[in-house]
């Protein structure tokens, strides 16, 4: 059996035009499941002739139709035939790009020669948006290698090779950062009305930030440099991701600005920012907004550290022989210690850590060297905690209350966050190294792919 496809095309003024694209055949009875149907092969072949003839057939009646002086209607004298490559989805296609000379009652100077190229006006690029698209966003999925080579399998684009998917990665990255820029520098209006401030107060933004570290290339200055992640949630709104590293993101604190607005945030409205204890976390979301914020120590970091004293404790009290000196006020203090973070009572969670270190001090000097070894680390605990607690004193809440009233506590959500920005793509187990801008730019077009941002929104085009 042989089979040919054929193409009709009817231009607009009727005329009817076939061309033949492939034809293939098959015995007319077939043997094996493996010649049913179209070949991945045979596809590939019909795709890129499709687009070749269609592509060709537009861009030649684009020429044709510029040919005429747009002024008198004469056809413009013909200067050359030069050709132009255009990279598609489905192929290269090599395209006619006639240059005409400008007609003369269009010119001020009777003597000049001035040429134009339509053609070459419409192709403002070496390949087609849809093709940048489609590299960049299996670019910030998964490895240039691999997007390659999923490309070069499956459609007859171009010979994708990772230098290409990462160029045009970038090229996508740096857009979309011009965009967050362009939209970060738009005034939004001042709400004026005061229920719809009030509004605002209650359906606040929260942003949640994290920090990630990813391994540098050989011969940065740094083994790793440190990516910060995270996202913006509104009631009532899809959540919004973001991450820059700071070396080399142009305007950091546009970025999450541009993510504020995303979620309709507006000038002067308060935000809720949750972190852990580094302060240039909330310092960033307070040059994104110019205002006010409310900064919340995360309790997932808090927690943790509460749990590394009570490990200590929990070992120095399973000692066979118990320690001699009491430690029972200590252990009441250590049992308590989440319940005060919890509930808000940071000075009484201060003052119980002092008398745990000054009663692990007891035991250090009462007891054998087993006993003062873990009875010193429990005082180095505590001392770090309580040092956590000081230095943070005005993000300390209540949280007990915060979470019955079910509002976040925790960036536990932000590390989801992590994971899914830095750690799928670059990961320290796939041996990955970066440097800091190719992290930057991956992580701009990850976090729009991630929110499905990058389908409908617009990327700018290429200058
Ligand atoms: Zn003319």
Known sequence: MRWTVRLEVRTS??????TELVTFSRPAVIGTLAEVGLLLDETKALLARLQASVLCSQVAAYAAHHWACAACGLLQPLKDRRTRRLRTLFGTVEVEAPRFKVCRCRLTTPLAEVTVSPVCALLTARCTPELERVQAELGARTSFRDAARILETLLPSSPANQEGV???????????????????TEATAVRNEPDEAAAADEHRPIVMLDGAYIR????????????????VEREGQPTQRFALVRSVAEQPHALLRAALQGQGWREGDPVTAISDG????????????????????????????????????GGLCALEPPPLAPLEQAQIDVERLRHLLWNGYHGKAREALCRIVSGAKDATV??????????????????????????????????????????????SRAEGTVNQLVNARMNKRRQMRWSPRGAHRVLQVRAAVLDGRFSHQAIPLAA
Not at 166 to 184: C, F, G, I, W, Y
Not at 281 to 294: F, K, M
């Open 13 to 18: 003024a009727g005329e009817l035009k076939a």
């Open 166 to 184: 990462r160029n045009r990665t970038h090229a996508v990255a740096l857009r979309l950062e011009a965009a967050d820029r362009q939209a970060a």
């Open 278 to 313: 580094d302060p240039a976390l909330p310092a960033l979301v307070r040059s994104a907004t110019g205002g006010p914020v409310e900064h919340i120590l995360d309790w997932f970091h808090l927690s943790m550290r509460a749990r590394h004293v009570e490990q200590v404790m």
């Open 216 to 231: 540098a290339v050989p011969g940065h200055q740094v083994r790793n440099f440190e990516a910060v992640c995270g996202k």
């Open 366 to 411: 009462l007891n054998e060297p087993g006993v003062e070894a873990k009875a010193r680390r429990l005082a180095a605990r505590c001392t770090e905690l309580r040092g956590y607690i000081e230095g943070n004193e005005g993000a300390l809440i209540d949280y007990g209350q915060r979470y019955r009233a079910g509002k976040p506590i925790s960036t």
